[in-house]
T-cell receptor, first 114, second 113 residues
Framework: DQQVKQNSPSLSVQEGRISILNCDYT??????FLWYKKYPAEGPTFLIS?????DKNEDGRFTVFLNKSAKHLSLHIVPSQPGDSAVYFC?????????????FGSGTQLTVLP | ETGVTQTPRHLVMGMTNKKSLKCEQH?????MYWYKQSAKKPLELMFV???????ENNSVPSRFSPECPNSSHLFLHLHTLQPEDSALYLC????????????FGPGTRLTVT
């Protein structure tokens, strides 16, 4: 049973437009959420994170939104650039029990079209 | 070298072979991890070491055997693998096991024939 779900395996967006990647989780013990980006032949690299005490965190073109009541988070990229084309993984972690290890979603392949 | 390195980057092995994957981190971290990534699936945590002690074995078959001789090095010894073990094997590190952010190596693409 997947505790972190990314229901869209792929997303295509025009350059300059907004990309919105979604992630749902089921474990209420998660209190920290991360997004990783992965290019082919490279390992995942950390992109942005958010603590459960916040509902928004912004870093340049990247913003993560957290809706705790819906157990949903999203990553907004605006404006999208061709170099953003990659697989994006959502991940979550809590402090104890079943949440104490980082749990990943299955990823969303983002393609930004020039 | 900086960050997390993994060797080899690609490995093809038969089901009767024995091979080892190597991971080295240059970040001064104390926790190291092995993950398996199969196509279209989430990263699956395999093993966790914290200060050289194994703290997590996520029901991994015994044909995978980890070794952590010190906080900077992590090995994954492979023997009598199955074709379904073909995947990308990723190593990661973090300051400690309780840290939230992990830093990944580039992975070893393993093909079992």
């Amino acid at each position: 049973d997947q505790q972190v779900k990314q229901n869209s395996p792929s997303l295509s967006v025009q350059e300059g437009r907004i990309s919105i990647l979604n992630c749902d989780y089921t474990n209420s013990m998660f209190d920290y959420f991360l997004w990783y980006k992965k290019y082919p032949a490279e390992g995942p690299t950390f992109l942005i994170s958010i603590s459960s005490i916040k509902d928004k965190n912004e870093d340049g073109r990247f913003t993560v939104f957290l809706n705790k009541s819906a157990k949903h988070l999203s990553l907004h990229i605006v404006p999208s650039q061709p170099g953003d084309s990659a697989v994006y993984f959502c991940a979550a972690k809590g402090g104890t029990g079943s949440a104490r290890q980082l749990t990943f979603g299955s990823g969303t392949q983002l393609t930004v079209l020039p | 070298e900086t960050g997390v390195t993994q060797t080899p980057r690609h490995l093809v092995m038969g089901m009767t072979n024995k091979k080892s994957l190597k991971c080295e981190q240059h970040l001064g971290h104390n926790a190291m991890y092995w993950y398996k990534q199969s196509a279209k699936k989430p990263l699956e945590l395999m093993f966790v070491y914290n200060f050289k002690e194994q703290t997590e074995n996520n029901s991994v078959p015994s044909r995978f055997s980890p070794e952590c001789p010190n906080s900077s090095h992590l090995f994954l010894h492979l023997h009598t693998l199955q074709p379904e073990d073909s995947a990308l094997y990723l190593c990661a590190s973090s300051p400690t096991e309780s840290s939230y952010e992990q830093y990944f190596g580039p992975g070893t693409r393993l093909t079992v024939t």
